[in-house]
């Protein structure tokens, strides 16, 4: 599904690869010369027919229809994004397929599909001081990492029967329906691939490693909860609820603990085989939850300094 980008009242087209990065570096797929705009601001990925915005940290945020972008945004036929001053209407060719049959607007109705609560096995990763290591990389380097690392993923998780829910910038979250153990097996399986260094010989990391003496490492956080999993709308499923809240505060807790890989006890609940693989770290709080949590570190992964 071809789509592009219409910046407001200027009549420049931009159009959309898989792959795109905003910024005011010279190599960003779409340069942008507004002060309020970071040097590497924001990416539009293509997952199958969604465009994904994610925010990259930037000073001064990025906007869908005038709501910030905390997390990966699903964008549709004639959204609003606004990047600093920039401001830019996202169009496919859905949309004109929908003027054409009467539609007579620029905006797609969706119709929010039923939700379903189940247990489900959850996974949150990260990739450590991301930030700090692309004011160092140019915005072709960043975009290339991000590709990797995205590939990374889908190389790892998908053939362990993961769902992959939605792509965050440096960030990743995933799940398998159901509790069982099979799935954290897998999830755990899948956790220490993605938190090893060696889970990617890729160009961008070998030559950061061998020409910038800089390694990019994933952190990991495990839980099992109960999700609300569905339709938000129109073609997004996704997983919410509290478990997902605990699970990314779980791997927060990565750093101050300085370990790769922490579970919630959830996840080893019912599971004494898996204690050999976990060792019990303690209880500690995180940020929004009243009561902390429990965690178990992965045992025989390449410990991460801090």
Request: aromatic share 6%.
């Amino acid at each position: 599904m071809p789509a592009f980008l219409r910046a407001h009242d200027k009549g420049v087209e931009y159009s959309l690869e898989d792959f795109n990065l905003f910024g005011r570096s010279p190599d960003a797929t779409v340069r942008l010369t507004d002060a309020g705009v970071s040097r590497q601001h924001a990416t539009i990925r293509r997952d199958g027919n969604l465009f994904w915005l994610s925010d990259l940290g930037s000073a001064n945020g990025s906007f869908v229809n005038d709501v910030a972008v905390t997390t990966a945004r699903a964008l549709r036929h004639g959204d609003r994004i606004q990047l600093g001053t920039c401001i830019f209407v996202f169009e496919t060719d859905e949309g004109d397929n929908a003027r054409e049959n009467g539609g007579g607007t620029q905006m797609l109705h969706t119709i929010a599909l039923p939700m379903r609560s189940v247990k489900a096995t959850l996974l949150v990763g990260d990739l450590r001081n991301f930030t700090t290591i692309s004011s160092k990389l140019s915005a072709e380097e960043v975009a290339a990492m991000l590709r990797e690392w995205y590939a990374d993923c889908e190389r790892i998780l998908k053939p362990r029967g993961a769902i992959i829910d939605k792509f965050i910038g440096d960030g990743v979250f995933a799940y398998w329906a159901g509790d069982s153990l099979e799935a954290r097996v897998q999830a755990t399986e899948a956790a220490r691939l993605l938190s090893s260094p060696e889970a990617s010989e890729s160009p961008v990391r070998k030559m950061m490693r061998d020409e910038m003496n800089m390694e990019v490492h994933c952190h990991i956080g495990l839980n099992v909860g109960d999700v609300a999993l569905g339709a938000m709308g129109r073609g997004v499923n996704t997983a919410v609820g509290e478990a997902v809240n605990v699970t990314f505060r779980i791997e927060s807790l990565t750093r101050k603990l300085q370990v790769p890989v922490l579970a919630g006890s959830a996840f080893l609940d019912g599971w004494a085989e898996g204690l050999k693989d976990y060792k019990n770290v303690g209880i500690h709080p995180v940020k929004g939850q009243p009561e902390p949590v429990e965690v178990y570190a992965l045992v025989e992964s390449n410990p991460v300094l801090a």
